[in-house]
Protein backbone atom coordinates (compact mmCIF):
# COMPACT_ATOMS: atom_id res chain seq x y z
CA UNK A 1 0.00 0.00 0.00
CA UNK A 2 1.05 3.43 -0.58
CA UNK A 3 0.46 6.49 1.60
CA UNK A 4 -0.52 9.49 -0.15
CA UNK A 5 -2.37 12.45 0.67
CA UNK A 6 -4.99 14.65 -1.09
CA UNK A 7 -5.18 18.57 -0.20
CA UNK A 8 -3.26 16.89 2.87
CA UNK A 9 -5.50 14.15 4.17
CA UNK A 10 -4.15 11.06 3.92
CA UNK A 11 -5.44 8.70 1.94
CA UNK A 12 -4.06 5.09 0.90
CA UNK A 13 -3.90 2.76 -2.12
CA UNK A 14 -4.61 -0.82 -2.16
CA UNK A 15 -1.40 -2.02 -3.53
CA UNK A 16 2.37 -0.47 -4.50
CA UNK A 17 3.30 -0.11 -8.00
CA UNK A 18 5.67 -2.63 -9.79
CA UNK A 19 9.09 -2.62 -9.36
CA UNK A 20 11.56 -1.60 -11.92
CA UNK A 21 12.88 -4.53 -14.06
CA UNK A 22 9.52 -6.13 -13.42
CA UNK A 23 7.24 -7.19 -16.72
CA UNK A 24 4.01 -4.76 -16.30
CA UNK A 25 0.92 -6.98 -16.27
CA UNK A 26 -1.33 -7.79 -19.06
CA UNK A 27 -5.21 -5.64 -18.85
CA UNK A 28 -8.37 -5.26 -20.70
CA UNK A 29 -9.18 -1.74 -20.89
CA UNK A 30 -11.83 0.09 -22.45
CA UNK A 31 -11.06 2.59 -25.35
CA UNK A 32 -12.81 5.41 -26.72
CA UNK A 33 -14.15 3.30 -29.46
CA UNK A 34 -15.56 0.64 -26.48
CA UNK A 35 -13.40 -1.39 -28.06
CA UNK A 36 -11.40 -3.64 -25.69
CA UNK A 37 -7.42 -3.24 -25.65
CA UNK A 38 -4.89 -5.34 -24.23
CA UNK A 39 -1.14 -5.01 -23.63
CA UNK A 40 -0.72 -6.64 -26.93
CA UNK A 41 -2.66 -3.94 -28.76
CA UNK A 42 0.58 -2.17 -27.86
CA UNK A 43 3.62 -4.87 -28.07
CA UNK A 44 6.79 -3.33 -29.76
CA UNK A 45 6.39 0.35 -28.24
CA UNK A 46 7.88 1.95 -25.36
CA UNK A 47 5.10 2.92 -22.85
CA UNK A 48 3.79 5.88 -20.66
CA UNK A 49 1.60 4.83 -18.51
CA UNK A 50 -0.15 7.88 -17.28
CA UNK A 51 -2.84 6.96 -14.25
CA UNK A 52 -4.97 9.38 -12.84
CA UNK A 53 -8.16 10.01 -10.96
CA UNK A 54 -10.51 12.04 -13.60
CA UNK A 55 -9.45 13.72 -16.74
CA UNK A 56 -11.84 16.49 -15.46
CA UNK A 57 -9.48 17.42 -13.16
CA UNK A 58 -6.97 20.15 -13.52
CA UNK A 59 -3.66 18.50 -12.63
CA UNK A 60 -4.62 15.28 -14.24
CA UNK A 61 -5.74 16.89 -17.89
CA UNK A 62 -2.55 18.90 -17.19
CA UNK A 63 -0.98 15.65 -17.67
CA UNK A 64 -2.88 14.28 -20.56
CA UNK A 65 -2.07 17.42 -22.26
CA UNK A 66 2.15 17.30 -21.41
CA UNK A 67 2.21 14.12 -22.53
CA UNK A 68 0.55 14.44 -25.26
CA UNK A 69 2.75 17.30 -26.34
CA UNK A 70 6.02 15.22 -25.32
CA UNK A 71 5.33 11.99 -27.05
CA UNK A 72 5.30 14.05 -30.34
CA UNK A 73 8.85 13.64 -30.56
CA UNK A 74 9.55 10.26 -29.61
CA UNK A 75 9.86 7.46 -31.95
CA UNK A 76 7.55 4.12 -31.46
CA UNK A 77 6.30 5.61 -27.99
CA UNK A 78 2.69 5.19 -26.73
CA UNK A 79 1.00 6.88 -24.46
CA UNK A 80 -1.94 5.40 -22.54
CA UNK A 81 -3.83 7.54 -20.23
CA UNK A 82 -5.91 5.19 -18.08
CA UNK A 83 -8.36 6.80 -15.85
CA UNK A 84 -12.06 5.25 -14.33
CA UNK A 85 -13.49 8.20 -16.51
CA UNK A 86 -15.90 6.85 -18.86
CA UNK A 87 -14.98 6.35 -22.33
CA UNK A 88 -16.85 9.53 -23.55
CA UNK A 89 -15.69 11.84 -20.99
CA UNK A 90 -12.53 10.85 -21.91
CA UNK A 91 -13.34 11.15 -26.25
CA UNK A 92 -15.32 14.87 -25.46
CA UNK A 93 -11.95 15.60 -23.74
CA UNK A 94 -9.50 14.74 -26.44
CA UNK A 95 -11.77 16.31 -28.83
CA UNK A 96 -12.00 19.72 -27.35
CA UNK A 97 -8.48 19.90 -26.42
CA UNK A 98 -7.13 18.87 -29.71
CA UNK A 99 -5.13 16.47 -28.63
CA UNK A 100 -4.36 13.07 -30.83
CA UNK A 101 -0.68 11.79 -29.50
CA UNK A 102 -2.21 9.84 -26.42
CA UNK A 103 -4.19 6.84 -26.13
CA UNK A 104 -7.14 7.19 -23.36
CA UNK A 105 -8.12 4.21 -21.66
CA UNK A 106 -10.85 3.40 -18.84
CA UNK A 107 -11.07 1.35 -16.46
CA UNK A 108 -14.79 2.25 -15.17
CA UNK A 109 -16.03 -1.43 -16.13
CA UNK A 110 -14.66 -3.69 -13.21
CA UNK A 111 -11.73 -2.05 -12.08
CA UNK A 112 -9.50 -4.78 -12.37
CA UNK A 113 -6.33 -2.88 -13.97
CA UNK A 114 -6.85 -0.72 -10.92
CA UNK A 115 -6.76 -3.92 -8.53
CA UNK A 116 -3.85 -5.61 -10.48
CA UNK A 117 -1.41 -2.89 -10.62
CA UNK A 118 -2.41 -1.98 -6.91
CA UNK A 119 -3.45 1.94 -8.12
CA UNK A 120 -7.11 2.15 -6.16
CA UNK A 121 -7.85 4.61 -3.62
CA UNK A 122 -9.06 3.30 -0.62
CA UNK A 123 -10.56 5.98 1.21
CA UNK A 124 -11.09 9.84 1.04
CA UNK A 125 -13.47 11.61 -1.37
CA UNK A 126 -11.51 9.91 -4.38
CA UNK A 127 -12.16 6.51 -2.85
CA UNK A 128 -12.38 3.61 -5.46
CA UNK A 129 -10.79 6.06 -7.86
CA UNK A 130 -6.91 5.80 -9.38
CA UNK A 131 -4.09 7.16 -7.99
CA UNK A 132 -2.04 9.54 -9.87
CA UNK A 133 0.81 7.96 -11.19
CA UNK A 134 3.53 6.99 -14.29
CA UNK A 135 4.81 3.57 -15.44
CA UNK A 136 7.32 3.55 -18.18
CA UNK A 137 7.89 0.47 -19.57
CA UNK A 138 10.76 -0.74 -22.62
CA UNK A 139 9.21 -1.88 -25.95
CA UNK A 140 9.41 -5.67 -23.76
CA UNK A 141 7.23 -4.83 -21.42
CA UNK A 142 10.07 -4.39 -18.93
CA UNK A 143 9.15 -1.60 -16.36
CA UNK A 144 12.04 1.72 -16.36
CA UNK A 145 10.50 4.13 -14.04
CA UNK A 146 7.82 4.34 -12.00
CA UNK A 147 6.26 7.39 -9.69
CA UNK A 148 3.58 7.40 -7.31
CA UNK A 149 2.75 10.71 -6.73
CA UNK A 150 2.30 11.86 -3.16
CA UNK A 151 0.29 14.30 -3.27
CA UNK A 152 -2.71 14.06 -6.03
CA UNK A 153 -2.84 17.51 -6.39
CA UNK A 154 0.82 17.47 -7.98
CA UNK A 155 1.70 17.00 -11.22
CA UNK A 156 4.21 14.06 -12.19
CA UNK A 157 7.78 14.66 -12.79
CA UNK A 158 7.71 14.73 -16.62
CA UNK A 159 11.37 15.20 -17.07
CA UNK A 160 12.38 11.88 -14.69
CA UNK A 161 9.59 10.05 -16.46
CA UNK A 162 10.86 10.57 -20.04
CA UNK A 163 14.61 10.68 -19.26
CA UNK A 164 13.77 6.60 -18.70
CA UNK A 165 13.15 6.46 -22.46
CA UNK A 166 16.74 7.54 -23.10
Same mark, same amino acid.
Given at each position: ???????????? %??? @????? &??? #?? *????? !?? +???????? *??? &??????????????????????? =?????????? %? @??????? +??? =??????????????????? +???? &?? =??? +? $? &?? #?? %???? =? *???????? #? #? !? *??????? $????????????? $???????? @?
Amino acid at each position: MANITLGGNPVT %TSG @KLPEI &GDK #IK *DFKLV !AT +DLSTKTLE *DFN &GHHLILNIFPSVNTGVCSASVRA =FNASVASLEN %T @KVLCISR +DLP =FAQEQFCAAEGLENVVMLS +DFKN &GT =FGR +D $Y &GL #IM %TNGI =F *DALLSRCI #I #I !A *DKNGIVL $YTEQVPEIGQEPN $YEAALSAL @K
